[in-house]
């Protein structure tokens, strides 16, 4: 995964998304806050993700390897969710 090419989003839904920037498909869905999200970022080595909730926890995710390691649009997963 290169920066730019993914986004992640978290709201009130309480859920993380990995997106792909370009094609606007949503590539992992994380559940675990039990309130809305208020803050994520990639760390610098995009193998990590955190987020912190308005219930106060902050979690760590592993980008799925095969969102990282994805070379094209044919290598990526089809979406779905991978925690729920």
């Known amino acids: 995964m290169n920066e730019g090419e993914y986004f992640g989003s978290g709201g009130s839904d309480r859920l993380v998304r990995i997106w792909a920037y ?3 498909m949503n590539y ?3 559940v675990g ?3 809305p999200i208020t ?3 990639f760390a610098p080595d995009q ?3 955190v987020s912190v909730g308005e219930e106060g926890a902050i979690f760590v995710w592993n980008v799925p390897e095969e969102v990282r ?3 094209n649009d044919g290598d990526l997963p089809t979406g779905g969710n991978k925690n729920a």
């Open 39 to 41: 803050k994520m970022i």
């Open 47 to 49: 193998k990590t993700l």
């Open 69 to 71: 390691e994805a070379r």
């Open 22 to 24: 370009d094609e606007g």
């Open 28 to 30: 992992y869905v994380g």
């Open 33 to 35: 806050h039990s309130g």
